[in-house]
């Protein structure tokens, strides 16, 4: 029976990061002016280590094919 709790719980806080972290890197890839539907390639071995060098990339300065660029405050 306790087992049982922790693993419903487990999954409802699974699911409660997948999307944020979905979303976080959708925006990411949109910074590099790539798609959001780039990150399925996480589902290969090589696909998780370019995804990690695009979320390292400096994004542009321009805009792009998703909008312009944020400008954050210093």
Same mark, same amino acid.
């Given at each position: 029976?306790?087992?049982?709790?922790?693993?419903?719980?487990?999954? #409802?806080?699974? @699911?409660?990061?997948? +999307?944020?972290?979905?979303? $976080? %890197?959708?925006?990411?890839?949109?910074?590099?002016?790539?798609?959001?539907?780039?990150?399925?390639?996480?589902?290969?071995? #090589?696909?998780? @280590?370019?995804?990690? +060098?695009?979320?390292?990339? $400096? %994004?542009?300065?321009?805009?792009?094919?998703?909008?312009?660029?944020?400008?954050?405050?210093?």
């Amino acid at each position: 029976m306790r087992r049982s709790k922790h693993l419903k719980t487990n999954i #409802i806080f699974q @699911i409660a990061i997948f +999307i944020p972290y979905l979303a $976080v %890197g959708a925006r990411r890839l949109h910074d590099i002016n790539r798609s959001g539907w780039w990150q399925l390639i996480a589902l290969t071995v #090589i696909g998780i @280590i370019l995804l990690i +060098i695009w979320w390292a990339t $400096v %994004g542009e300065n321009k805009k792009n094919n998703h909008g312009n660029p944020i400008e954050l405050k210093r």
